[in-house]
């Protein structure tokens, strides 16, 4: 059973567990109560894969009781037992990015999916370039998308805008999440947008092309600009016809085409 991750299930986890952190409770002092998600329709299962969720992707250090993928429709998160519960660096980190873009179903009700089974576009790049968010993976796919665009025509550019307008990059209500493929391709930032239509092709070498995404992406410690390439190409590619992913290989320079190829 896959469970749909949601942004404000998520935030208000991280932040009660911070807060029991910050209080110096134990473990079993932490408890969840149908308060905590007034309105949100949650079951037991999906508590539970929330947590799983966080635990696996090392947001938080906890061992808790219960099985992410319980069949059970009733909510009654008094029976989830925590032995410890804490959040990581990484957690407090990724807390604070959802503070500074809370999710707007915190104050209007229940969330759109953040995740599905069917991985939307930037839980592709997340998940394909090992990085911390979909945040991240947005950033990120900005950077590749403009350095991209930079290596061929306008009218190029355009036929690929097309094919990807109106595929939505990640359910979200997150504001800064809710731009669809094509404006991510195209630039959220409106200078760069209309500097990318009217400037020539620029003739960039491979290593320049990877020194702009690890300059520019803000790449976490660990992660190479090949992965991050390969991640967005690969999730790029599911968007589009055959015949733009031919097009879009012959504009790109020797070992950045083998990626996009590969990918």
Excluded: C
């Amino acid at each position: 059973m896959t469970i749909a991750l949601r942004e404000d299930i998520l935030y208000i986890l991280l932040e009660k567990i911070a807060h029991s952190s910050n209080e110096n409770k134990q473990a079993k002092d932490i408890s969840f109560t149908e308060a905590d998600f007034a309105g949100r329709e949650m079951t037991q299962a999906n508590l539970l894969g929330h947590l799983d969720y966080l635990s696996q992707e090392g947001y938080i250090d906890a061992e808790f009781e219960g099985s992410a993928y319980a069949t059970q429709n009733v909510f009654d998160p008094h029976t989830i037992e925590f032995k410890k519960a804490n959040l990581t660096e990484k957690g407090k980190q990724f807390l604070q990015k959802m503070k500074d873009n809370k999710p707007e179903t915190l104050k209007q009700g229940p969330a759109s999916p953040v995740t599905s089974e069917n991985q939307p576009f930037l839980e592709k790049v997340k998940i394909k370039a090992e990085l911390e968010d979909i945040f991240d993976a947005r950033d990120v796919t900005e950077v590749v998308f403009r350095t991209m665009r930079d290596v061929m025509t306008t009218e190029t550019s355009t036929r690929v805008a097309e094919e990807l307008q109106g595929e939505q990059a990640v359910p979200s209500d997150n504001q800064s999440l809710q731009d669809d493929i094509s404006q991510l391709w195209q630039d959220t930032n409106p200078i760069v947008a209309l500097l990318s239509r009217i400037r020539p092709v620029l003739n960039i070498k491979d290593e320049t092309f990877l020194f702009r995404i690890r300059q520019e992406g803000g790449l976490q410690r660990g992660i190479d600009p090949e992965t991050v390439l390969y991640a967005v190409f690969s999730a790029t590619k599911d968007e589009l016809s055959q015949q733009r992913v031919q097009e879009i290989a012959e504009t790109l320079p020797g070992k950045i085409r083998q990626i996009w190829e590969k990918a």
